[in-house]
């Protein structure tokens, strides 16, 4: 009889079946290093919103009109840990990446054995939200290992019948409630969940979910006072269920909702064809991943918290007129396990040198697309870009005029939200963001204390005088315009430099600043 064909299997995929463990940890820092010196070599001024995060979150303030705290105060002190450099707050956020693979992780090796659990793992590197939104921290950031960890407890909890991990349970969703406003959701799908599935139910009849209840519930009271103070980012405006015309809009934003979650799942659903051979390219060798059977209810489990809280905060989203993607990625963290779970006990890895390829591409080919387009696009296709803007040198700039002119530190800065907020994390003085009431943006600084204190202004200059917009001009009737100052982009090109218009409101008593 002729000897059967023997079958070869990649370095990487062996590592896998035989030391997943060390695969995990391998992969998950090399994410976290490369997503860490990015943002710290490459970014010149904070992503996104980071830089309104941290102006909120150097008052210190229990709440504004963004949420809860928690997220803004641990911006703040990640950094002031780093001596006021924004490595500090991107390591912060990498560190609540790796927690959340971690906990994705153990709730793996609970269900569908460990080499899955890091399949799982590994597919997360495909979902953008965790690699190229990370260096942005805020309260979505933040909500990803806590929300992780809520549900492994959960599963410790009704799963293993660990009763302690009830209390474990509580504690997590009381740093989420002092983090985002979307726990009252997540927690109402928890609580429906345990309603719902009998094993749940019959785990939770005990004292101890009493217990942990209504320490959640008491927990609550602090959001009460927040979102009657500031509102409810998730209120649904009952008005658009009343007539069809509505009621199409909303279905049409909840479809394009999906369909963002959809595109920032591709680098995942590349990887899963790959391995699949879905597109049947060529027969070749594939390589066996062994799992262990995952009970009905695991299975369940894991459907039930990959698909639930998606379906549950798009709806209120997209009812309450706010279909974007804030507060969306959170929701995400079990979509890779939710994908090697419907993939079976045994699966099959196809494309063994491609794939891992692939998955290394994943990995770095979009750190080095952003710092690639930090450098070239402001310099080739005059794209002003938020990550290449001079926040060192406009705030150096900004304070030190007003500190020559007043002998005062400079404490409020107010006009453009992007470019106060840059100057509020980037000066010295670390000055408060005085924002218009009725903006919708954080009350950190009232008008009176720019009056008293003295301010500064800013503005994109449209105009060779530097001619404020009207909502500055609005606030400030007596203000005098400076002559704008231009300042250069990294590289040389085709972007234009960047016109700051500014204006200073000298404060209504003078003294010497302290030597």
């Known amino acids: 009889m002729p000897a059967a064909p023997m079958l070869t299997v990649s370095l990487p995929i062996e590592i896998l079946r035989t030391r997943p463990r060390l695969v995990f940890w391998l992969a998950t820092l090399a994410q976290a290093l490369l997503w860490v010196a990015v943002p710290t ?3 010149s001024a904070p992503p996104g919103e980071l830089a309104e995060v941290l102006a909120v979150g150097h008052s210190f303030r229990f709440g504004s009109e963004l949420g809860p705290p928690l997220a803004y105060w641990l911006a703040e002190i990640a950094l002031r840990a780093a001596g006021g450099h924004m490595i500090g707050v991107y390591l912060l956020s990498q560190i609540c990446i790796v927690a959340t693979y971690w906990a994705v992780f153990q709730l793996g090796r609970a269900t569908i054995g460990e ?5 799982a793992v590994l597919l997360m590197a495909g979902i953008s939200f965790f690699t190229i939104g990370s260096p942005d921290f805020g309260p979505d950031i933040l909500m990803m290992p806590l929300w992780a960890f809520a549900i492994l407890c959960l599963w410790r909890a009704i799963g293993e019948g660990k009763q302690l991990y009830w209390f474990a349970l509580a504690a997590m969703f009381w740093l989420m409630l002092l983090t985002s406003h979307l726990a009252l959701l997540l927690f109402a799908v928890v609580v429906a969940f345990v309603l719902i599935n009998p094993q749940a139910r019959k ?3 005990n004292p101890a979910v009493g217990m942990a209840a209504i ?16 509102g409810f980012a998730f209120t649904p405006d009952l008005s658009k269920l009343r007539n069809v015309e509505s009621v199409d809009r909303n279905i049409v934003a909840w479809m394009r909702l999906l369909v963002l979650v959809a595109v920032a799942h591709a680098g995942a659903g590349i990887l899963v064809v790959l391995a699949s051979n879905l597109a049947r390219t060529k027969k070749d060798e594939s390589a066996i991943v062994p799992g262990h059977p995952a009970n009905p209810f695991a299975r369940s489990f894991i459907y039930c918290f990959a698909l639930a809280p998606v379906i549950v905060v798009t709806t209120f989203a997209v009812v309450s007129g706010k279909a974007d993607l804030s507060g969306i990625p959170p929701l995400l963290v079990l979509s890779g396990l939710a994908i090697v779970a419907a993939a079976g006990d045994m699966i099959m890895l196809h494309h063994q040198r491609i794939l891992t390829i692939a998955w290394i591409s994943l990995l770095i080919v979009p750190a080095v697309l ?7 696009l402001p310099a080739l296709f005059a794209v002003d870009l938020r990550t290449a803007q001079p926040a060192d040198e406009i705030a150096q700039f900004v304070t030190e005029n007003f500190e020559r002119r007043t002998q005062r530190k400079l404490e409020v800065v107010a006009g453009d939200p992007r470019l106060a907020s840059l100057v509020s994390v980037a000066s010295a003085s670390r000055p408060q963001v005085f924002h218009a009431p009725g903006s919708g943006r954080p009350q ?3 008008r009176e204390d720019a009056i008293e204190k003295g301010a500064v202004l800013l503005w994109r200059a449209t105009d060779n005088a530097g001619t404020p917009p009207p909502e500055v001009t609005a606030q400030f009737p007596g203000l005098v315009p400076e002559v704008p100052r231009a300042f250069d982009r990294a590289l040389p090109g085709r972007a234009p430099v960047l016109r700051i218009g500014w204006g200073v409101v000298r404060p209504k008593t003078q003294t010497t600043a302290p030597q």
């Open 41 to 43: 070599l490459f970014y």
């Open 215 to 230: 320490t959640v519930v008491c927990m609550m009271l602090p959001g009460a006072v927040l979102i009657r103070d500031h």
């Open 370 to 376: 952003m710092a690639m387009g930090v450098l070239l």
């Open 203 to 205: 785990s939770a009849a």
């Open 444 to 446: 950190l600084a009232t």
């Open 115 to 119: 080499r899955h659990a890091v399949l």
